[in-house]
């Protein structure tokens, strides 16, 4: 997605050579105008499957998914939580995903109720590093008997071998801007 890509490039700020930066309308700030421009895009790459839930993971992939969903007739989306809140007081779904940002491992949750076998379920999230949140969720989506039509990532970092874990795992992944390298603060695609 080349608009992606521009904005990446001007808006965007590297980390030493592995983390990219763009809180100013991703992470921390949303440009709503252009998320709705990211849901289209989604449905354009999968435009060939109807599903019956999105699923992602909070904080960061809520918002995409939700402005994801629209176009695909408005399902559900579900958000797996880091935490367990004391209202959490049904039964889950649980799988381990270690953090890429913090280094810890934690455990991902989704109350059983929320996914239900012959779900047909579109995962979605921000970043695709090594994979580990992504995996988590298909974990998820199979515990619950549901089936995963695809996993879409607004950023992939090809260099992180996530996505290549995901492909070769069967997986349907679309990325919508894949980066190959980060080097002295400047960002490459493939
Ligand atoms: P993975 O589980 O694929 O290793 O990492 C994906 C998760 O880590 C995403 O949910 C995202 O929140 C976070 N993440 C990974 N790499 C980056 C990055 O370069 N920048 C930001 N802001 N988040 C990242």
Redesign the pocket.
């Known amino acids: 997605m080349e608009a992606l890509k521009d904005k990446i490039i001007r808006e965007g700020q590297a ?1 030493g050579t ?6 100013g309308f ?2 921390h700030q949303i440009d709503v105008k252009f998320m709705d421009e990211i849901g289209k895009e989604f449905r354009r790459r999968f435009a060939d499957i109807e599903v019956d839930k999105i699923l992602t ?1 909070e904080a ?2 809520i918002g995409i998914a939700c402005m994801t969903a629209p176009y695909f007739g408005y399902p559900p989306v579900v958000f797996a939580k880091k935490t367990t809140p004391s209202t959490m007081t049904e039964d889950f779904y649980g799988a381990e ?5 913090k280094g810890t491992v934690s455990i991902i949750r989704v109350a059983k109720k929320y996914l239900h076998e012959g779900d047909r379920v579109l995962i979605l ?11 988590a969720m298909t974990q998820l989506v199979q515990q619950a008997g549901a089936k995963v039509l695809g996993i879409g990532a607004v ?1 992939e ?1 090809g260099f ?1 071998g ?1 996505g290549q874990k995901l492909r070769q795992a069967g997986f349907r992944l679309e990325s919508l801007a894949v980066i190959e390298k980060i080097d002295d603060g400047t960002i490459a695609f493939v």
């Open positions: 980390v592995g983390i990219v930066k763009v809180d991703l992470n993971v960061s992939g995903a270690k953090s890429f940002t999230d921000d970043f695709l590093a090594h994979g580990q949140a992504a995996l950023i970092k992180q996530g």
